[in-house]
């Protein structure tokens, strides 16, 4: 799981799990990655949003970025709701911060980006610095767009 800003740049230590790891069970250490990254770097991140897919739409997840003075937003899961006050009551809430949703285009572009390596999309290694070393690689090329520009 990586952290990207809204210009698709990679910027927080990734977290990396075998494939039948869902990536929701990585969000409290790259949470935690990016929240060192930022008193590391002295970045206010308060006040910020914090863009998620709807695989991440869970109570303690949202609680997790509020504490953080963030304001979360991901997409609504509606799945196995059947009461239509609460459904209506959660889209009600969304609605106010799904101008920012559709802006996670950026960050998916970013995952795009990072599917163009092959050696990101399958790992081949079976040393883990060799792995990382290469995912760093990948990950400063893609950021290195931005800074000449051709993204």
């Known amino acids: 799981m990586s952290i990207c800003d809204n210009r698709g740049n990679i910027i927080s230590p990734f977290v990396v799990r075998p ?5 929701s069970q990585l969000f409290y250490e790259s949470f935690c990655n ?3 990254l930022a008193d590391t770097l002295d970045l206010d991140i308060k006040n910020s949003y914090f863009t998620l897919d709807s695989g991440f ?3 303690p997840t949202r609680n997790e970025i509020f504490l953080r003075d963030m304001t979360p937003v991901i997409k609504p899961n509606l799945r196995g709701l059947k009461d239509r006050e609460k459904i209506n009551k959660i889209l009600d809430e969304f609605e106010t911060v799904n101008e920012i949703y559709k802006e996670r285009y950026k960050i998916e572009r970013c995952f795009a980006w990072e599917d163009t390596y092959r050696k990101l999309v399958t790992r081949y290694e079976k040393r883990q610095d060799t792995f990382m070393g290469f995912r760093y690689l990948g ?7 931005w800074v000449l520009g051709k993204n």
């Open 34 to 36: 990016l929240l060192e």
């Open 139 to 145: 990950y400063s090329m893609i950021n290195l767009r």
């Open 57 to 59: 739409y869970n109570e």
């Open 19 to 23: 494939v039948n790891v869902h990536d």
